[in-house]
């Protein structure tokens, strides 16, 4: 009994000293991860209109500097219930998961297993039945298993589950920023639609009432059946604009309605499109888009999966290493199976190396080294996306508010126009094709107005989704939060 006892201890110690030593001695196959070099520019093209303010503006709820209660609680009930938002926090969860899996191949495998059957045996077999006929047999075992990571296939697999978590994250992150920018978009346009449907409106009223005007004159024998059908035209094309804009307007609303989580319906409207403030220009360098965009930081966390891979990938080309144990109690019968004859064990290593795969291997490698190569072509094409966005955004800001001015100006002036050509037709110097054109003029440019107004908030918008920063961390508090920590590592154990 005591060789036996001794066995076994010796046989333990064997075990723990192979658990504990082989992995520091270990080494980890493929390329170790470093940032590719960029061609990142000093400076964006775009000149900083109107005086750029400190960076710390992307730091902050941007979107309250509209100063539009309505916006701010349409982001708000959007950041709380966007279906996107819900899916990409239960998206981190996932990864989270699929990291704790594979980790654990890192550590022993320990499992129990407990069994019980009755059995007779044929007595006319050869040999024959046993003395106790039917009998009985119970077995309670703990399994012990683990493939030692001696050349670092598991901790590769581990590092590219690791950058998929931080790229799930990201993920989440760069849907709260695009939810953000979206709501504010959507309003805008709303508002401005709202803006044309009443100019519209305001155009039609006006030219109704000099319908009628005409309609009376021509009863009257003053003017022509000429200038009453040119005044019916330009009444029908301001009542042909009306249900087309209405139109847009529903379906504005209903999109809206879906990215604040709502079924479709009425959106609350807050201040007038030439009531919203401007927030203001941030500054900034280009090359804090590698660390403020969510999409760069997921891109590189892609590529760094992608990179880990490769030396998973070359592992298979080496032996693996597995160790396996047992240790339980056997019996026929169950009030004997604690005593010491019950006892059983068994413990022992497992090597096993490829010889010949036909290319599988290798292919593998291949196939790991490419996608490594996609992937840091899909981050450079990230940053480069994220440099051309930025520099669009503030060319945009600068170009969009010089042509408001414009627009700004060329209605005070069309708005004069109408007015002398009005008072001229009343006064008998000219005919009525001069208020006709002063009309159309007037009425287009103040259509294009409300565009332009939109045009210089959305800009505003897109600079602050391009630069991204930590206005995120501002929106983020509302929006639906994984239920893991992704800052920490799943446990090695239950």
Same mark, same amino acid.
């Given at each position: 009994?005591?060789r036996?006892?001794?066995?076994?201890?010796g046989a333990?110690?064997?075990v723990?000293?192979?658990?504990l030593?082989l992995p520091l001695?270990?080494?980890? $196959?493929?390329p170790d991860?470093?940032r590719?070099d960029?061609?990142v520019p000093?400076q964006?093209r775009?000149?900083t209109? =109107?005086?750029a303010?400190?960076?710390?503006?992307?730091?902050?709820?941007?979107?309250?500097?509209? *100063?539009?209660p309505?916006?701010?609680?349409?982001?708000?009930?959007?950041?709380? *219930?966007?279906?996107?938002?819900v899916?990409?926090a239960?998206?981190v969860e996932?990864?989270?998961?699929v990291?704790?899996t594979?980790r654990? @191949?890192?550590?022993? @495998?320990?499992?129990? @297993?407990?069994?019980?059957?009755?059995?007779?045996?044929?007595?006319h077999?050869?040999?024959?039945a046993?003395l106790? *006929?039917?009998?009985n047999?119970?077995?309670?075992s703990l399994?012990?298993?683990w /493939?030692?990571?001696?050349?670092?296939?598991?901790?590769?697999?581990?590092? !590219?589950?690791?950058a998929?978590?931080?790229a799930?994250?990201?993920?989440?992150?760069g849907t709260v920023?695009?939810?953000v920018?979206?709501?504010?978009?959507?309003?805008?346009?709303l508002r401005e639609?709202?803006?044309?449907?009443?100019?519209?409106?305001?155009?039609?009223?006006?030219r109704l009432?000099a319908?009628?005007l005409?309609?009376?004159?021509f009863?009257g024998?003053?003017?022509s059946?000429?200038?009453?059908s040119?005044?019916?035209s330009?009444y029908a094309t301001?009542?042909?604009a009306?249900?087309? $804009?209405?139109?847009?307007?529903v379906? $504005?609303e209903?999109?809206?309605?879906?990215?604040?989580?709502? *079924?479709?319906?009425?959106i609350?409207?807050g201040k007038?499109?030439?009531?919203? =403030?401007?927030?203001?220009?941030?500054a900034?360098?280009p &090359?804090?888009?590698?660390?403020?965009?969510p999409d760069?930081r997921?891109? /590189?966390?892609?590529?760094?999966?992608?990179n !880990?891979?490769?030396?998973?990938a070359?592992?298979?080309?080496?032996?693996?290493?597995s160790?396996?144990g047992?240790?339980?109690q056997?019996?026929?019968s169950?009030?004997d199976?604690?005593?010491?004859?019950s006892r059983l064990?068994t413990y022992?290593a497992n090597i096993?190396?490829p010889i010949?795969?036909?290319g599988?291997?290798?292919g593998?490698?291949?196939s790991?080294e490419? !996608? @490594?190569r996609? &992937?840091?072509? %899909?981050?450079r094409?990230a940053?480069?996306?994220?440099?051309g966005?930025?520099?669009?955004?503030?060319?945009?800001?600068?170009t969009?508010?010089?042509?408001?001015d414009a627009?700004?100006? %060329?209605v !005070?002036? $069309?708005?004069?126009?109408a007015?002398l050509?009005r008072?001229?037709?009343?006064?008998g110097y000219?005919s009525?094709?001069?208020?006709l054109?002063?009309?159309?003029?007037?009425f287009?440019?103040r259509l294009q107005?409300? %565009?332009?107004?939109g &045009?210089?908030?959305?800009?505003s918008a897109?600079?602050y989704?391009?630069?991204?920063g930590?206005?995120?961390?501002v929106?983020?508090?509302e929006a639906p939060?994984?239920g893991?920590?992704v800052?920490e590592?799943?446990r090695?154990?239950?």
């Amino acid at each position: 009994m005591r060789r036996t006892d001794a066995t076994c201890r010796g046989a333990a110690a064997l075990v723990c000293a192979l658990f504990l030593g082989l992995p520091l001695g270990g080494c980890m $196959l493929g390329p170790d991860y470093k940032r590719p070099d960029l061609d990142v520019p000093t400076q964006y093209r775009s000149a900083t209109p =109107m005086g750029a303010v400190d960076a710390a503006a992307t730091e902050s709820a941007w979107w309250q500097q509209f *100063n539009d209660p309505a916006l701010d609680a349409l982001i708000s009930e959007g950041l709380r *219930n966007n279906q996107d938002l819900v899916a990409a926090a239960a998206r981190v969860e996932q990864f989270y998961g699929v990291l704790g899996t594979t980790r654990s @191949q890192l550590f022993p @495998q320990v499992g129990a @297993q407990v069994s019980g059957s009755r059995t007779r045996a044929s007595e006319h077999a050869i040999p024959g039945a046993p003395l106790t *006929n039917p009998y009985n047999a119970v077995q309670a075992s703990l399994l012990l298993s683990w /493939e030692i990571d001696l050349f670092g296939r598991t901790r590769r697999l581990t590092e !590219a589950a690791t950058a998929e978590l931080e790229a799930s994250e990201a993920f989440r992150r760069g849907t709260v920023l695009s939810v953000v920018t979206a709501i504010t978009s959507g309003y805008v346009n709303l508002r401005e639609q709202d803006r044309e449907l009443e100019v519209s409106r305001e155009t039609l009223g006006l030219r109704l009432d000099a319908l009628n005007l005409f309609e009376r004159r021509f009863k009257g024998g003053v003017v022509s059946e000429v200038e009453v059908s040119q005044a019916r035209s330009e009444y029908a094309t301001a009542l042909r604009a009306i249900p087309l $804009l209405e139109q847009s307007i529903v379906q $504005l609303e209903n999109a809206l309605a879906n990215l604040v989580g709502r *079924n479709p319906g009425p959106i609350a409207r807050g201040k007038a499109i030439d009531q919203l =403030m401007l927030p203001p220009v941030p500054a900034g360098l280009p &090359s804090d888009l590698l660390e403020r965009r969510p999409d760069i930081r997921q891109a /590189e966390q892609s590529m760094i999966a992608a990179n !880990a891979r490769i030396g998973a990938a070359k592992a298979a080309y080496f032996p693996t290493i597995s160790l396996t144990g047992a240790f339980g109690q056997a019996s026929r019968s169950l009030s004997d199976l604690w005593e010491g004859p019950s006892r059983l064990w068994t413990y022992g290593a497992n090597i096993t190396m490829p010889i010949f795969t036909a290319g599988a291997i290798a292919g593998q490698v291949t196939s790991a080294e490419a !996608a @490594q190569r996609a &992937s840091v072509a %899909q981050y450079r094409k990230a940053v480069q996306a994220a440099f051309g966005e930025t520099e669009n955004a503030l060319s945009g800001i600068t170009t969009s508010r010089t042509a408001l001015d414009a627009q700004l100006m %060329q209605v !005070a002036a $069309l708005d004069n126009y109408a007015r002398l050509a009005r008072r001229r037709f009343e006064g008998g110097y000219t005919s009525y094709l001069e208020v006709l054109d002063a009309d159309r003029a007037l009425f287009s440019a103040r259509l294009q107005l409300a %565009q332009q107004q939109g &045009s210089v908030l959305l800009q505003s918008a897109a600079l602050y989704r391009s630069l991204g920063g930590g206005w995120v961390d501002v929106a983020d508090k509302e929006a639906p939060q994984p239920g893991v920590n992704v800052s920490e590592r799943p446990r090695a154990f239950p």
